[in-house]
């Protein structure tokens, strides 16, 4: 999982823009143009807009290829109240809430509001979504699978920790609701195994078919499985 950081300062705030986490969802330019342009350079002048719409837009960013820290005293992202996981159809796992993705050993790798996962396999920066599946063609309807257990809690808050399993599932655990692309339902529970090597019959949750085809989360070949 690499970083490629840029920072805009601008009197009031400053944007910065991880290259590697952006997949192009397109919320920036479409939501506030005159200060995200690609066809500029610097392509965001954080002084173009008011100050809060700036940070508004930021994050709306579902990825958090796009963080902001305010230099004028106002305020900073609040966590949400709730993690929430939403699977998009054909496309990566988005998690909003206080995420804290670790190692099996306990390592932090990342702690953040905005992230997207990958669950096609072919991300070059595992366990986050570099937009691969568009490459190889990744179908996956965001309709709702049949969990293994969903105990239907009431509460989503506290911190929702991300485990990549070595060759294997991404391992969830805390409180969280998963949203689907027909919002005709959802799950709430507090622990999961979600498929990210892009072959299970039963997404967005894992049945082990990462093993009957040799999946290899080390693996950065961007190659579909």
């Not at 840029?6 to 944007?15: C, F, L």
Request: glycine letters at 8%; proline letters at 7%.
């Amino acid at each position: 999982m690499d970083e490629d950081s840029h920072s805009y300062s601008g009197d009031q705030i400053e944007v910065s823009y991880d290259v590697n986490r952006c997949i192009h969802a397109r919320e920036c330019v479409q939501g506030l143009p005159a200060v995200f342009d690609p066809d500029k350079r610097p392509w965001i002048d954080p002084d173009n807009a008011d100050v809060d719409d700036v940070a508004d837009v930021v994050m709306e960013c579902p990825t958090g290829a796009l963080q902001f820290d305010r230099t004028d005293g106002g305020p900073e992202e609040p966590v949400p109240e709730t993690n929430v996981i939403t699977v998009w159809p054909d496309g990566p796992l988005y998690l909003r809430g206080a995420i804290e993705i670790v190692t099996q050993d306990g390592t932090t790798l990342l702690e953040d509001t905005r992230v997207a996962l990958c669950r096609c396999g072919a991300s070059e920066n595992k366990p986050l979504c570099d937009n691969s599946h568009v490459d190889v063609d990744f179908e996956a309807a965001g309709t709702k699978a049949t969990a293994e257990s969903d105990t239907q809690t009431e509460d989503n808050d506290g911190v929702l920790t991300v485990i990549p399993m070595p060759d294997g599932p991404v391992q969830i655990q805390g409180q969280f609701e998963i949203r689907y692309a027909d919002e005709t339902e959802t799950t709430r529970d507090s622990s999961a195994a979600l498929c990210r090597c892009g072959g299970s019959e039963n997404k967005p949750f894992c049945d082990g078919t990462h093993s009957d085809i040799a999946f290899s989360s080390d693996d950065q070949s961007g190659r579909p499985r």
